[in-house]
Nanobody, 127 residues
Framework: QVQLVESGGGLVQAGGSLRLSCAAS????????MGWFRQAPGKDREFVAA????????YNAESVKGRFTISRDNAKNTVYLQMNRLEPEDTATYYC????????????????????WGQGTQVTVSS
């Protein structure tokens, strides 16, 4: 069983930055592809960013390209989401997710490709 705990959310002004962390309680987080999703009130959960097991491949939603960066430190069992130039539209609850799928079967943007989810951390961007 994998438990994921997000942290780092908060209230920030537009143009500011936050770094989210996702700590995984698993022996080897490098066995999992990892992703970040977000959900705003009244909206569907949407893909934000993902990273492969080794960290060699990263993926970003168009809406966050050039502003958000996903990374991982497998030695610390932690995945990060650095968010710069935040916009009010980025306001949402952010969720970390883990997928055990092999590279050939992992669709990083699809929520049901992930078997484990954290509780979420709230990010609020004021204008």
């Amino acid at each position: 069983q994998v438990q994921l705990v997000e942290s780092g959310g908060g209230l920030v002004q537009a143009g500011g930055s936050l770094r989210l962390s996702c700590a995984a309680s698993v022996r080897t987080v490098s066995d999992y592809n990892m992703g970040w999703f977000r959900q705003a009130p009244g909206k569907d959960r949407e893909f934000v960013a993902a990273i492969s097991r080794s960290g060699s491949a990263t993926y970003n939603a168009e809406s966050v390209k050039g502003r958000f960066t996903i990374s991982r430190d497998n030695a610390k069992n932690t995945v990060y989401l650095q968010m710069n130039r935040l916009e009010p539209e980025d306001t949402a609850t952010y969720y970390c997710a883990a997928s055990w799928r092999s590279p050939s079967t992992w669709s990083e943007r699809v929520p049901n490709n992930y078997g484990y989810w954290g509780q979420g951390t709230q990010v609020t961007v004021s204008s």
